[in-house]
């Protein structure tokens, strides 16, 4: 998932903004929903990613640490289907410095 958000330390970052990228991984029993085929026995991808988007393009953060537990808690708030998921998040510039780097990030873990 691709977003613009505005987290970071530097002013430019808060001001600017910059792209980011998310990946998220839930674990889900999804025997009921393979079974019945029916969108109301899983988790919806599209309410998660709505999750994820308030998020990062939401209030910002200092730390991609923050954005990564927010996202987390956003999605186990919202969804009881998922008893596990982990997010990773990279930043692909910080404006206003040169970088020799494709992207920074973190992954983050969390479980019920």
């Known amino acids: 998932m691709r977003f613009h958000g505005r987290h970071g330390v530097l002013a ?3 001001r600017l903004g910059q792209p980011f990228v998310v990946d998220a991984s839930l674990q889900v ?7 019945t085929d029916d969108l109301t026995d899983t988790v919806s991808y ?13 209030e910002p953060c200092k730390l991609l640490e923050a954005v990564a537990h927010r996202a987390c808690a956003a999605v186990l708030a919202q969804h ?5 998921m982990r997010l990773a998040i990279r930043k692909l510039s910080i404006p206003g410095v040169p ?6 990030g973190v992954e983050v ?3 019920r």
């Open 12 to 14: 430019e970052e808060t």
């Open 29 to 35: 029993d999804t025997s009921r929903a393979g079974a």
């Open 46 to 58: 599209a309410d998660v990613y709505k999750d994820i988007k308030g998020v990062v393009e939401g």
């Open 80 to 84: 009881r289907g998922v008893r596990e």
């Open 99 to 104: 970088s020799v780097v494709e992207s920074v």
């Open 109 to 111: 873990h969390r479980h």
